[in-house]
């Protein structure tokens, strides 16, 4: 049951620890039988991995950019983010990282493409690399080894920037179609409709024709993006809307269906009406209810597939990447979580593999977990854009 709402009017509820990094000789900490280690460090606000077939691990980094308010709750929420390193001078590059000698630490770490705009998702197919900028896809020639991009891209879709401004990529498995994210503006369609036209959707680009089109849509903020292998399914991660109190409503986890709408602006969780949102009752009796509820603001951002036993002791399921709250009373989130799937749908509550993120009072964080993807190695990798450091874990 999704607890009834409780909107808090003009200001949501604030609280999000300080960001401080990893003290020295402290870091997560791993579930019983695993261990971590510091793959790579000293990068600057790591989001996203992507690993090439050759082993090199790229890394994007990228932020908000800091901007001025554009109302109420727009500027408790920027007030904060500020607070939390959460938004500031984007690096706009993707790195790349290298473990040469199998130790499980990356010692060349080189810029592999730079100059971009806000960079997120990335896909390699048919010696092309792909990069999700936050306006829109981009294209560059790759030569298998290299370590670095100095050719210019070419724009091959545009979306609008700002908001959620991530960008994740997901190939299709048969490398025709790329399915893109693409975040609202803003929480409740704030500035009207119009805004939000081509947004909080996932969008699937031809690769032959070079045209795109909506796949889902009513999805605020899908960010991670996976296949299901036993349906072959595409599931995502989903940020729900704020101010509805601490539970309401849950950030999800879903499958997605083609044509599939689910809810936003409108409604959230099936069919449970908004009334801050001015109505369109077809859309809501359209609305499709997400599969998983993965807790209020969790900010689950990282999803991967985890074949039994990359991890020992873990079933088939899904690493996900939880962020963390800023907007409820008690924190949320600040964790790499697991949920465990059995014929091809979620079968269990999460287990934690990383956690100790936070401080115990919760005013600092260490750290907060974003991209998840298996490494070239087997092992699992993670990003930590407030430790700046890419998390390595392995069995114990």
Known sequence: MIPEARPQGAIPTLKMPTARGWPEGQMPIAATGLKVNAFAANLDHPRWIHVLPNGDVLVAEAMSMDRPPRSLFDYAMVSTMRRADAMGVSANRITLLRDADGDGVAEVQEVFLDGQNQ????AL???TFYVGNTDGLVAFPYTPGATRITEPGRQLARFKPAGHW??????????NKIYVGVGSLSNIADFGMKEEEGRAAIHEFDVASGTTRIFASGLRNAVGMTWEP?????????????GLGDETPPDYLTSVKDGGFYGWPYCYWGQTVDDRVPQDPAMVAKAITPDYALGG????????????GTLPGFPDGMAIGQHGSWNRSK???????FIPFENGRPSGPPRDILSGFLAADEKVSYGRPVGV????????????DVGNVIWRVTAA
């Open 297 to 308: 603001h969790t900010a689950s951002l990282g999803l991967c597939w985890l074949p039994a």
């Open 166 to 175: 991530t960008r994740s990529l997901l190939p299709s498995p048969d490398g």
């Open 230 to 242: 036993t349906t072959g399914a595409l599931w995502t991660v989903v940020n729900e809307r704020d």
């Open 125 to 127: 197919l048919n010696g």
């Open 373 to 384: 993807t298996i490494g070239p190695d087997g092992s699992v990798l993670m990003a930590d």
């Open 331 to 337: 924190l949320s989130g600040y964790k790499l979580v």
């Open 119 to 122: 960079p997120f998702g990335m």
